[in-house]
Antibody, heavy 121, light 107 residues
Framework: EVQLVESGGDLVQPGRSLRLSCAVSGFTFDEFAMHWVRQAPGKGLEWVSGISWNSGSINYAASVEGRFTTSRDNAKNSLYLQMNNLRPEDTALYYC??????????????WGQGTLVTVSP | AIQMTQSPSSLSASVGDRVTITCRASQGIRNDLGWYQQKPGKPPKLLIYAASRLPGGVPSRFSGSASGTDFTLTISSLQPEDFATYYCLQDYNFPFTFGPGTRVDIK
C-alpha cells in the first residue's frame, strides 16, 4: 500500500524558515517524480513544486521560486521542502504527492494527508 | 504559465443526475490533464489521468474527454458520495496549474 506521511508543519513568524518532510513507503521511491501541493484555508489547490526521480529536474511555482527548495533522499525514501523567508500568504496545508509516471511526469496519483504551515506574527 | 479555467464554479444536482464539468487551457496541452475529487478535510483523489483514462478503483460512471484545449469530466449518474469539489490539473509543462475548482452539492 502506498503511503505518504508529511511532517514539519508549524506556526512560524514571517521571514522565518521551515523544513517539511514527506516519508513514503509502498512503492519504489527512486522511480517516480514527487510533488508538493498546497491549499490555503478555504481555497483551491496550488501546485508548489515537482522533482524528478533522480533530482535532475526541479521546478517551482512563481509564487515560491527563490524562497523554497525541494530535494529528495532516495536512500531514505524521503522528500523535503525547505521554505525560507516565509510570508503570511504561504499559510496552507501542504501535501506531498507521488507522480504516476515511471521516470517521467504525469498526474499525481497518491497524496499524503498534509501538514499545516501557519505564518503569522 | 498555462492558465486553467473551470466551469461552472459550482452546481447543485440530484442523485442520479448527469453532471458535466469543463476545464479550458490557455494553450494546447495535448491530453496532459488530470481530474481530482476532493472532499472536506481529505486530500484530493485522482479520478482521471491523460484526459480520459481511469485509474484502477475509480467507478466507471466517471469519464473524461478532450477537444482541443477543452476538457470535460462527466459523472453519468451522480451518487451521494460524489458530492465534493472537483479540480483539473495540467501536467503538460511547468509550472503545473490547477483549475479553480467546481463544487458539486446537493440540490
Amino acid at each position: 500500500e502506498v503511503q505518504l506521511v508529511e511532517s514539519g508543519g508549524d506556526l512560524v513568524q514571517p521571514g522565518r524558515s521551515l523544513r517539511l518532510s514527506c516519508a513514503v513507503s509502498g512503492f519504489t521511491f527512486d522511480e517516480f517524480a514527487m510533488h508538493w501541493v498546497r491549499q490555503a484555508p478555504g481555497k483551491g489547490l496550488e501546485w508548489v513544486s515537482g522533482i524528478s526521480w533522480n533530482s535532475g529536474s526541479i521546478n517551482y511555482a512563481a509564487s515560491v521560486e527563490g524562497r523554497f527548495t525541494t530535494s529528495r533522499d532516495n536512500a531514505k525514501n524521503s522528500l523535503y521542502l525547505q521554505m525560507n523567508n516565509l510570508r503570511p500568504e504561504d499559510t496552507a496545508l501542504y501535501y506531498c504527492g507521488k507522480d504516476r509516471g515511471l521516470r517521467d511526469y504525469d498526474s499525481i496519483d497518491h497524496w499524503g494527508q498534509g501538514t499545516l504551515v501557519t505564518v503569522s506574527p | 504559465a498555462i492558465q486553467m479555467t473551470q466551469s461552472p464554479s459550482s452546481l447543485s444536482a440530484s442523485v442520479g443526475d448527469r453532471v458535466t464539468i469543463t476545464c479550458r487551457a490557455s494553450q494546447g496541452i495535448r491530453n496532459d490533464l488530470g481530474w481530482y475529487q476532493q472532499k472536506p478535510g481529505k486530500p484530493p483523489k485522482l479520478l482521471i489521468y491523460a484526459a480520459s483514462r481511469l485509474p484502477g478503483g475509480v467507478p466507471s460512471r466517471f469519464s473524461g474527454s478532450a477537444s482541443g484545449t477543452d476538457f470535460t469530466l462527466t459523472i453519468s449518474s451522480l451518487q451521494p458520495e460524489d458530492f465534493a469539489t472537483y479540480y483539473c490539473l495540467q501536467d503538460y509543462n511547468f509550472p503545473f496549474t490547477f483549475g479553480p475548482g467546481t463544487r458539486v452539492d446537493i440540490k
